[in-house]
């Protein structure tokens, strides 16, 4: 195939009628090597692009793009439209000459294997504003007129973020909510008068959402060249202190100070005996539909113009979403309230059309409406390897169980133990479960899952990182319903090599997937 045919092979993948099975990598770019602290969307970010390229995968899975907000979680941003900036490649800034060498040094010492996320934030920002300096007195006319293009194309979301992100510098990080009424609901007039006050740094944060996505394209472009098709990551929900609420309040159940009145989580299940409280504030989805569900199409569109496929997180809560009253300690005292259902996508539809490459992640307590309205829609649901083999019973999670192809195959998520920290930590019945399913000895068993995976029925096959190079529960990325050490997992340069990806290829030739 052309580059041209790839990808847009790739744009409608999800309603694909060939009988082409595809695989991938989860990983999200904070992982990727780099000396700054942080994996960007540099050199390491293209290195892992062209090892995929090698390894005969066409799937590059990540983790929501936003900028972070609680505990550093991509699932609490500050916007759901905005870019993650701690991603932006300090090199690429000094290509397009919004940076010197010497601007970037000297650089602290970081460590290779965890990412520091106030450490790099200070030592990030502190070049961001340099960069900002630089690009405010630039001749480069090309440059220039890129940035009024973006500007002019994400005025929708761009304005009510940039000033909500000065408000917070304004008001040293405290949340919307809590702040004066003037820029807390604001009318035109006072709108107009905050927006004079805090131009300076409203442009400032223009500037470097700018960096972002013009970072962000030019490596969605390469990975699309060389046959790579990203999956993007929604969560059903949005922070309570974000530009989203704060510019939307009126899509959103708060009370009149802008606290929520319910929250969002999930009653007890795999991941917590208690359930996961989110703390998320709950839509008015009477009030979406009265506008048409204006909010989402803008969301959704926005994704798919930085993403080939899109896994919505927490699906099920668009059949119905776990409501817990406000103050509540724990997830446990909620009650299920019904959500849009295929009101909302067939709305989405109307406005984008009818192939929507959507993934929907169906974990958790899954009804028989739950499953109506995925298969109705269409969307490929997720099946974890590592669930097929917790217990004794017969899994719908092992691979000889799977009634169609329209899925995707894990080993494991962002949320699940590495594979071999799973195994090293299961109990021996599990562990036996797994080598006799397998015909293995397990010394290589993320591997063996890996080899499992691809062998399935499922279209879609996805591993992360930490599995490919056989890490342990030290390096996973998330641990539920646990507020630090998650989200800073990194692996090392030269640890994804020619041999590995020559393996892999090899492993997903053998299972028919295609190359």
């Given at each position: 195939?052309?580059?041209e045919?790839?990808?847009?092979?790739?744009?409608?993948?999800?309603?694909?009628?060939?009988?082409?099975?595809?695989?991938?990598?989860?990983?999200?770019?904070t992982?990727?090597?780099?000396?700054?602290?942080?994996?960007?969307?540099?050199?390491?970010?293209?290195?892992?692009?062209?090892?995929?390229?090698?390894?005969?995968?066409?799937?590059?899975?990540?983790?929501?793009?936003?900028?972070?907000?609680?505990?550093?979680?991509?699932?609490?941003?500050?916007?759901?439209?905005?870019?993650?900036?701690?991603?932006?490649?300090?090199?690429?800034?000094?290509?397009?000459?919004?940076?010197?060498?010497?601007?970037?040094?000297?650089?602290?010492?970081?460590?290779?294997?965890?990412?520091?996320?106030?450490k790099?934030?200070?030592?990030k920002?502190?070049?961001?504003?340099?960069?900002?300096?630089?690009?405010?007195?630039?001749?480069?006319?090309?440059?220039?007129?890129?940035?009024?293009?973006?500007?002019?194309?994400?005025?929708?979301?761009?304005?009510?973020?940039?000033?909500?992100?000065?408000?917070?510098?304004?008001?040293?990080?405290l949340?919307?909510?809590?702040?004066?009424?003037?820029?807390?609901?604001?009318?035109?007039?006072?709108?107009?008068?905050?927006?004079?006050?805090?131009?300076?740094?409203?442009?400032?944060?223009?500037?470097?959402?700018?960096?972002?996505?013009?970072?962000?394209?030019?490596?969605?472009?390469?990975?699309?060249?060389?046959?790579?098709?990203?999956?993007g990551?929604?969560?059903?929900?949005?922070?309570p202190?974000?530009?989203?609420?704060?510019?939307?309040?009126?899509?959103?159940?708060?009370?009149?100070?802008?606290?929520?009145?319910?929250?969002?989580?999930?009653?007890?299940?795999?991941?917590?005996?208690?359930?996961?409280?989110?703390?998320?504030?709950?839509?008015?989805?009477?009030?979406?539909?009265?506008?048409?569900?204006?909010?989402?199409?803008?969301?959704?569109?926005?994704?798919l113009?930085?993403?080939?496929?899109?896994?919505?997180?927490?699906?099920?809560?668009?059949?119905?979403?776990?409501?817990?009253?406000?103050?509540?300690?724990?997830?446990?005292?909620?009650?299920?309230?019904?959500?849009?259902?295929?009101a909302?996508?067939?709305?989405?539809?109307?406005?984008?059309?009818?192939?929507?490459?959507?993934?929907?992640?169906?974990?958790?307590?899954?009804?028989?409406?739950?499953?109506?309205?995925?298969?109705?829609?269409?969307?490929?649901?997720?099946?974890?390897?590592?669930?097929?083999?917790?217990?004794?019973?017969?899994?719908?999670?092992?691979?000889?169980?799977?009634?169609?192809?329209?899925?995707?195959?894990?080993?494991?998520?962002?949320?699940?133990?590495?594979?071999?920290?799973?195994?090293?930590?299961?109990?021996?019945?599990?562990?036996?479960?797994?080598?006799?399913?397998?015909?293995?000895?397990?010394?290589?068993?993320?591997?063996?899952?890996?080899?499992?995976?691809?062998?399935?029925?499922?279209?879609?096959?996805?591993?992360?990182?930490?599995?490919?190079?056989?890490?342990?529960?030290?390096?996973?990325?998330?641990?539920?319903?646990?507020?630090?050490?998650?989200?800073?997992?990194?692996?090392?340069?030269?640890?994804?090599?020619?041999?590995?990806?020559?393996?892999?290829?090899?492993?997903?030739?053998?299972?028919?997937?295609w190359?």
């Amino acid at each position: 195939m052309k580059d041209e045919e790839i990808i847009m092979h790739f744009k409608v993948a999800a309603e694909d009628k060939t009988n082409h099975r595809y695989s991938g990598v989860l990983v999200h770019p904070t992982s990727f090597p780099s000396p700054y602290g942080i994996g960007d969307m540099g050199r390491g970010a293209h290195e892992f692009i062209d090892f995929l390229a090698m390894a005969g995968q066409h799937l590059w899975q990540v983790l929501p793009l936003g900028p972070s907000g609680n505990g550093n979680s991509p699932y609490q941003s500050y916007s759901v439209f905005a870019g993650q900036t701690l991603l932006i490649s300090p090199e690429l800034l000094i290509e397009k000459k919004l940076l010197t060498e010497a601007d970037v040094h000297p650089i602290p010492e970081f460590n290779a294997d965890r990412v520091d996320y106030d450490k790099v934030t200070t030592y990030k920002t502190s070049l961001f504003k340099k960069a900002y300096e630089h690009f405010r007195h630039t001749a480069d006319k090309n440059l220039l007129e890129e940035y009024d293009s973006f500007q002019s194309n994400n005025q929708y979301w761009l304005d009510d973020y940039c000033l909500y992100m000065a408000g917070k510098d304004y008001h040293n990080g405290l949340p919307w909510y809590e702040w004066e009424d003037s820029l807390l609901d604001p009318t035109p007039k006072e709108r107009a008068s905050w927006m004079k006050l805090l131009a300076s740094e409203i442009d400032y944060y223009r500037f470097i959402q700018f960096a972002f996505f013009s970072q962000w394209y030019e490596l969605k472009d390469y990975a699309n060249k060389k046959g790579i098709a990203i999956i993007g990551d929604i969560p059903i929900f949005t922070a309570p202190d974000s530009a989203d609420v704060w510019a939307n309040k009126e899509l959103f159940k708060l009370d009149s100070k802008g606290y929520p009145l319910e929250v969002a989580g999930v009653p007890p299940d795999y991941f917590s005996a208690t359930g996961q409280l989110w703390g998320n504030p709950l839509y008015d989805w009477d009030a979406m539909k009265d506008d048409g569900y204006r909010w989402w199409i803008e969301r959704v569109r926005n994704q798919l113009d930085q993403v080939d496929y899109i896994r919505i997180d927490h699906f099920r809560g668009f059949e119905a979403y776990w409501a817990v009253p406000a103050g509540e300690e724990t997830a446990m005292n909620g009650k299920w309230k019904k959500g849009p259902g295929e009101a909302l996508f067939e709305a989405i539809q109307k406005a984008l059309g009818e192939e929507l490459p959507i993934f929907a992640e169906d974990l958790g307590i899954i009804t028989p409406e739950v499953e109506k309205l995925r298969d109705t829609l269409g969307f490929p649901g997720m099946k974890i390897l590592q669930f097929g083999f917790d217990g004794t019973g017969e899994s719908t999670f092992l691979p000889h169980q799977l009634s169609t192809r329209n899925c995707i195959c894990y080993t494991g998520t962002h949320d699940n133990d590495t594979t071999c920290g799973w195994y090293e930590h299961t109990n021996e019945q599990n562990k036996d479960k797994v080598r006799r399913y397998m015909n293995t000895d397990a010394s290589s068993v993320s591997w063996d899952f890996i080899r499992t995976c691809l062998g399935t029925i499922a279209k879609y096959a996805i591993f992360p990182v930490q599995d490919l190079l056989k890490l342990g529960s030290e390096h996973r990325m998330n641990t539920p319903g646990t507020a630090t050490g998650n989200w800073e997992f990194r692996y090392r340069s030269g640890l994804l090599d020619e041999g590995m990806a020559k393996g892999l290829k090899q492993m997903t030739e053998l299972f028919g997937r295609w190359g």
